[in-house]
């Protein structure tokens, strides 16, 4: 009978695998990694906000990508990262710190006259982040609406050269 028991265990530890093993958690560092980030979006939601068409042109589905240099690791990396291609953006708060992401950030765009502001919220690792913005745009004509896109971001670590600073407007000009 202890043989039998004996080698029930012995058969059972066997087909389990023994011990289980413990999954690390991903390592999350105290600030966003420096490095050249990846990062895609997809417009899950889009709606009028004063019952006229939209100002951006854009559909639930659409999908964007940018690459983004972030050169040392830090609490606001280029803010305009969150937003996707063709905004230029400035933060008005933002919490990215401890693999947590949340950030309110003011945007603007070539084809849209007015600020679009927008919430970023989600968290990130080592290696990248995933998230949510939401966006709101009360312009100054018509076209106000609203937005909610996903976000998910990776990064090559190393060096990578930032986007040199646009040239300054010569109010003077024409």
Known sequence: MRKSAALL???????????????????VPALLPAGTWTVASEITALRSL?????????????????TVCVDKPGPQPPANMFAGTG??????????????????????RADVDGSIMMTV???YTATGFTGTA??????????????????????KGGACTPAPPPPPQDKDEG
Request: hydrophobic share 30%; proline share 5%; glycine share 12%.
């Open 9 to 27: 265990l012995c058969l059972g530890a066997a087909a389990c695998g023994g011990a289980p093993e413990e999954k690390k958690p991903a390592e």
């Open 50 to 66: 004063d019952k006229t068409t939209p100002a951006i042109k854009a559909k639930v589905g659409d999908k964007d990508s940018l």
């Open 87 to 108: 905004y230029e953006c400035g933060y008005k708060s933002a919490y990215i710190k401890d693999g947590m992401l949340n950030a309110t950030i003011d945007c603007r």
């Open 121 to 123: 919220q989600g968290s």
């Open 134 to 155: 939401e966006t709101t745009a009360y312009l100054p004509g018509a076209g106000d609406f609203a937005m909610s896109r996903t976000l998910t971001g990776s990064v």
